[in-house]
């Protein structure tokens, strides 16, 4: 017979303890499931299945295959393990693909210099320099200095202002991510009310801009908004990137709502003593039971956001063909 802690692996932690209580509170919430999961991890998939088909199709017309320079300096273990999925995507999706990697006390015309000759690379369509950057490199000034039709990031200021102007150019990632996962799933965005809770420049201010762009009506809401459990009990679709680990209550989330969860936390399992989980901005399970479609973390935006770099590289690529092509 096996030890009661090997089956009930809960039943080793002190009862009305806050680790046990919170066991519990995910033992029962398991059974209530509501929502439907936006699967980000099978439609990036496809994604770059879709995407694979085209760059054969660009082989097979004679063209060389768009490349994709990412570069990374310093030695930040989240950083390469970043750069290091964004590159095997890359190349199982048939792209050229370049890794700059740079010490940690790389001078900035140095990565200045590098930026310069990619630039003027034709084998190179997309640049991607990995953020946070050493401390002493100022990243405004690096960021100008990638050409802007190479930009796929969306993080230059051309970019920046196209996105807010509605123009057409290359835009953030991740907030292109969270928008494409919406439109595959065919849920409407129109009309909607859509609360973005994060402000950053990589997330909240692109993808709030892009929702504006599919006719939501957008409130964007941040540290010093005042009752933002209200802000979130009226939104329709909410994205969280605020980063705080399950932050977002369950009860708050309205009845039926679409959320989109950008953040991920590493956290003490309370399951498993000693091992930690990952966990989003919002409490999963309890605002699964009130939502109407909900990402999981792991396996939903993250994903994504590999898969729009694929898509950005691409659509670089065919900004910098349609250029070369047509009379000066
Ligand atoms: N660091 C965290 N997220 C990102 C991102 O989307 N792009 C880059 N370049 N660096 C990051």
Redesign the pocket.
Known sequence: MPPLSEKFPWSCLPIGSDVYSRAMSHIVQERSIRGNILDGAALSKTIIEEIKGKLDRIRASGKPAPGLAVILAGDNPA?AA?VGAKQRACEKAGFFSLLERLPETVAESELLGLIARLNSDPKIHGI?????LPAKIDSARVMQAIDPLKDV?G?HPVNVGKLTLGEDGLA???AVGCIEILKRYNIPIKGKKALVLGRSN?VGKPTSMLLLKENATVTMAHSQTLNLADEVRSADILVAAIGKPEFVKGNWIKESAVVIDVGISSVPNPAKPGHNRLVGDVEFLLARERAGWITPVPGGVGPM?IAM?LQNTLKAWNQIVAKNESPQ
């Open positions: 950083s970043y991607l320099v990995q953020l946070p990031d993080f953030p990632c991740t990589i956001t770099l």
